[in-house]
């Protein structure tokens, strides 16, 4: 053990005072930030959140135009149902004005009849009136010529029969032809009601043709007027859209902006760390010493536990964890690339809450609390942890090594992040280094 141990300590104190450097140089970058910066983490999320809010009024927009569109066509529905009902009645009102056409002209037949019969009754009452007024102006002379103008007795008897057979025929005839004419009146009659109740009729479906045509109108108007709103909600949503986007391009250009300027204030405060650690071993820094430097420092103020920065397996749901465990997602972060027995340092001050083995699971572990909000958990390392459990230890001090004990295909640390009990993304805290 002694033997394993000093093979690793002269990378050990190496590491160690690298990372007390870098930590000490970042935390002084990162805490003049505010003067330095040209734009903060409060402008971006306030640039972000009005984005956000833009694009919400966009969606309640588009979301209003959709509900106006859908009672465009709701009532273009409706017009065209009544359409149809206007063009049922319209047909209703052309057979029943064919109808009313049809009994104009009997009614007209009629009339032509009874003018015609009228004059044929005037016509024989008038020869009617003609022969008894010359048959009985003179009183008895006409019937004294009857009888004088017969020879015999049998000849007066068949002239006066004559006589009054001429004028029962008359009569007759004159009879009929007023009974004629009262059927005629009696038809015609009979036809002007058949022609009002036809009117009334039609009438009646002109009158549901106007309020049909009235409610289609109004419809219409409605119609208009809902189209118009949702051109207006369009146009709202549109405009909110397009200022949704152009504060995202802002935000994303300040996010930009921000990042580039911690990675500067990254970059040299790896450099400042790599020469004081040099300067501290009486060496020149080189680009490697700055390249380690910054595979151990991040924007958050944590630094990464090992040498290697090589992710295996990320952190939720994939296809390899749906074949290897229940849940199907993957608790923490698998980092590679790295021989057993690399060294694992703490990312940041802390207590030591765990230090156990858990033969089908994370083999040998730590457990180490940042305040009361996040753990950290290093798994499968290769043999007992280098600390116990309440030890307060500092960022850069030695947690392990790397081993592939446990549920553990290979070398590798198992690096898992929980906040409040949750199981989180770990790698959040390494902003721009992924």
């Not at 992040?417 to 902003?431: A, E, F, K, T, W």
């Amino acid at each position: 053990m002694a033997d394993f141990r000093a093979k690793y300590k002269t990378s050990f104190m190496r590491i160690l005072s690298l990372a007390l450097a870098l930590a000490l140089a970042a935390s002084m970058a990162l805490a003049s930030a505010a003067s330095v910066f040209a734009v903060s983490e409060e402008e971006i999320e306030e640039t972000k959140k009005k984005s956000e809010e833009a694009q919400a009024e966009a969606d309640a927009a588009g979301e209003k135009a959709e509900e106006f569109m859908q009672k465009v066509e709701e009532a273009e529905a409706e017009i065209d149902a009544i359409q149809v009902r206007i063009d049922e009645v319209q047909v209703r009102i052309d057979a029943a004005q064919a109808r009313v056409d049809e009994a104009q002209a009997r009614i007209e037949k009629t009339e032509k009849r009874l003018r015609k019969k009228e004059k044929e009754v005037e016509e024989q009452t008038q020869a009617l009136n003609d022969r008894l007024s010359a048959m009985y102006k003179t009183g008895s002379v006409g019937f004294i010529d009857v009888l004088l103008s017969s020879n015999n007795v049998t000849e007066l008897i068949t002239n006066m029969s004559m006589v009054h057979m001429i004028l029962a025929n008359d009569k007759e005839l004159l009879q009929k032809l007023r009974e004629d004419y009262a059927e005629i009146q009696r038809l015609k009659k009979q036809q002007e009601e058949e022609k009002a109740e036809l009117e009334k009729e039609q009438a009646v479906l002109e009158s549901e043709q106007a309020a049909l045509e009235s409610e289609q109108a109004a419809l219409e108007s409605k119609r208009a007027e809902y189209a118009d709103l949702a051109d207006e909600y369009n146009r709202k949503m549109e405009e909110m859209a397009a200022e949704a986007d152009r504060l995202a391009a802002e935000a994303q250009a300040k996010q930009e902006e921000y990042e580039a300027e911690i990675r500067r204030q990254r970059e040299e405060a790896a450099r400042k760390a790599a020469e004081e650690a040099a300067a501290k071993e009486g060496r020149e820094v080189t680009e490697d010493d700055i390249k380690d430097a910054m595979l151990h420092v991040s924007s958050s103020g944590y630094i990464w536990p090992v040498s290697s920065t090589l992710i295996t397996q990320y952190f939720g749901y994939n296809k390899w964890a749906a074949t290897h465990y229940s849940t199907g997602r993957h608790s923490g972060t698998d980092i590679g690339g790295m021989k057993v027995g690399t060294p694992i340092y703490a990312p940041c001050d802390g207590i030591i809450t765990s230090v156990a083995y858990a033969r089908y699971g994370l083999g040998y572990y730590v457990a180490l609390a940042d305040g009361e909000h996040f753990v950290f958990f290093f798994g499968h390392m290769c043999q007992w942890p280098s600390v116990k459990e309440g030890q307060y230890v500092q960022q850069g001090d030695l947690l392990g090594y790397v081993g592939s004990t446990g549920y553990s295909t290979g070398p590798h640390l198992h690096y898992e992040l929980r906040i409040d009990g949750v199981r989180s993304d770990v790698l959040q805290l390494y902003p721009g280094m992924f």
